[in-house]
C-alpha cells in the first residue's frame, strides 16, 4: 500500500526548543514552511487548532491559493461552529485547493482549553458531539436536497448547501484518541484514525481497537491509520544522541523558566486529563528507550503534550524504525521536528526516500507473491479437472 508522509503547517517559526521570533501568524514563514515540505517530499501539512491561535482554515485557504501539490489537514473543533456553517467552510476550502482538504476533528481533551472558548461539555459528552457533527458535515457534503436534523446537539430544518467539496463524495475526515469513547467515535466516522507514536507492541494493540471499533459500528472497512513522531536525525548515531539530549535539555530550560506554555498555562503544569497523554507519560515512566529508535523523554519533559514520542537516530535508522511501523499497518507516517524549517528539509532529503524506496520494493514483493499463488491456485485447479475428467 501506498505511504504517506504529513507535517505541520506552522504560521510562526517557534518550538518547544525556541521561543517564537516571528508574529502568530507570519506570511512569510508559514509559505516558506509550506514550501519547503512541498519541494521535499511531503504529502500534507496539518494546520492545528489552539483556542488562541490564529484561525487555521483562513491560513489553510492562504496557503491553497499559493501551493499548488500540498495536500492540507485542516484540525476542527465542533464546539466553534454549528456543523453547517462548517461544512460550507470545508466545501469552499476544498474549492479553493482544488480537492486537497482532509478534515481532522477534535474533540478536546482538556475541560480548561474547551473553556477558553465556551465549551463546557463533560468529555463524554463531547465526543457524543463529535459523532453527531461529523455525521452532519458529511450528510451536507452530499446531499443535493434539503434535509431536518433532531439529535442530541443539533436541530435545524430544511438545510442544503449551495457549495459542495470537489472531492466526490466527499474529503477525508481524521480522528484521534486513545479513549474508548474515542475509538468508538473515530471507529465509525473517521477515514483516518490517528496515534501518537508509542512502542510497537502498544501501537499494534492500538490499532486492533480501532479495527473491533470500526467492526462494532457495522462498517466492512476500517479507518487507514496514522502515527505521529519528533524524529531526531544527524549523520551519526553519536551525533544524533548528542542532538536528542541538547533538546531535551532546551525543553527542560524552557519549562522550569516557566516559557513554555500550552494551552494557556505552563507546559506540565496539571497531570493531562486525555488518555493519550496519560498512555505517553506511562511509557515514559516504564523505560527511556524502545524497539530500534523510539525515544520517551521528550514526551516525559513536555509532561506527554501531544505529538512528543521521538525516533533517534541516522536518517537510515529513523527510515528502518517507520518501516516497522508501516508493516504492523501504518501507511500516514506524521513527523515534526524541533527546528520546524530546517528539520522539515533534512527529514525530507534524506528520510523520505529511503521509506519510499523501501514501501515500492515491500509492495513489489507482495505482489509477485499474490501472482504466484493466483498461478498456483489456478494450476492445481486445471490439474483438479484434469483427474477428475
Not at 491553497?64 to 464546539?79: E, G, K, T, V
Not at 474533540?107 to 465549551?119: A, N, V, W
Not at 481524521?174 to 468508538?184: K, L
Request: glycine share 8%; proline share 5%.
Amino acid at each position: 500500500m501506498p505511504v504517506e508522509f504529513l507535517g505541520i503547517a506552522a504560521t510562526g517559526d517557534g518550538s518547544e526548543t525556541t521561543p517564537r521570533s516571528t508574529a502568530a501568524f507570519d506570511r512569510d514563514y508559514t509559505l516558506r514552511l509550506a514550501r519547503a515540505h512541498e519541494d521535499h517530499g511531503w504529502d500534507r501539512v496539518l494546520f492545528a487548532y489552539g483556542a488562541g491561535s490564529p484561525e487555521p482554515a483562513a491560513a489553510a485557504a492562504f496557503l491553497a491559493s499559493h501551493l499548488d501539490r500540498l495536500q492540507i489537514l485542516l484540525a476542527h473543533r465542533p464546539n466553534v461552529s454549528y456543523p453547517t456553517f462548517a461544512a460550507k467552510t470545508f466545501a469552499t476550502l476544498d474549492q479553493i485547493s482544488d480537492g486537497r482538504l482532509t478534515v481532522h476533528f477534535i474533540t478536546g481533551g482538556s475541560d480548561h482549553e474547551q473553556q477558553r472558548e465556551g465549551d463546557f461539555l463533560s468529555k463524554d459528552e463531547r465526543y457524543e458531539r463529535t459523532r453527531e457533527y461529523i455525521g452532519i458535515v458529511k450528510k451536507a457534503w452530499t446531499s443535493r436536497e434539503p434535509f431536518d436534523h433532531e439529535g442530541a446537539h443539533y436541530r435545524f430544518n430544511d438545510f442544503v448547501s449551495d457549495v459542495f467539496p470537489v472531492q466526490q463524495p466527499r474529503p477525508g475526515v481524521s480522528f484521534g484518541g486513545s479513549s474508548d469513547a474515542a475509538y468508538a467515535a473515530g471507529g465509525a466516522e473517521a477515514d483516518v484514525y490517528c496515534l501518537w507514536g508509542e512502542p510497537l507492541a502498544r501501537t499494534a494493540e492500538q490499532i486492533e481497537r480501532v479495527k473491533e471499533a470500526a467492526r462494532a459500528a457495522g462498517r466492512t472497512d476500517v479507518p487507514r491509520i496514522q502515527v505521529a513522531f519528533r524524529p531526531i536525525i544527524a549523520p551519526t548515531e553519536e551525533l544524533a544522541w548528542e542532538k536528542a539530549h541538547r533538546t531535551v535539555a532546551a525543553i527542560k530550560a524552557r519549562r522550569e523558566s516557566g516559557e513554555l506554555v500550552r494551552r494557556g498555562r505552563p507546559l506540565g503544569a496539571a497531570a493531562p486529563e486525555n488518555t493519550g497523554s496519560q498512555r505517553l507519560i506511562e511509557i515514559a515512566e516504564a523505560g527511556e528507550r524502545y524497539d530500534r529508535a523510539l525515544w520517551t523523554p521528550t514526551a516525559a519533559a513536555t509532561g506527554g503534550a501531544g505529538n512528543s514520542n521521538a525516533l533517534v537516530g541516522t536518517p537510515e535508522t529513523v527510515a528502518e524504525a517507520l518501516l516497522d511501523y508501516y508493516d504492523l499497518g501504518v501507511d500516514i507516517l506524521s513527523a515534526r521536528g524541533y527546528h520546524l524549517l530546517d528539520d522539515a528539509i533534512d527529514f525530507g532529503r534524506h528520510v523520505i526516500p529511503i521509506v519510499r524506496e523501501e514501501v515500492a520494493k515491500r509492495d513489489a514483493a507482495k505482489a509477485a507473491a499474490e501472482a504466484e499463488h493466483a498461478e498456483r491456485t489456478e494450476r492445481d485447479r486445471h490439474q483438479l479437472i484434469a483427474v477428475q475428467a
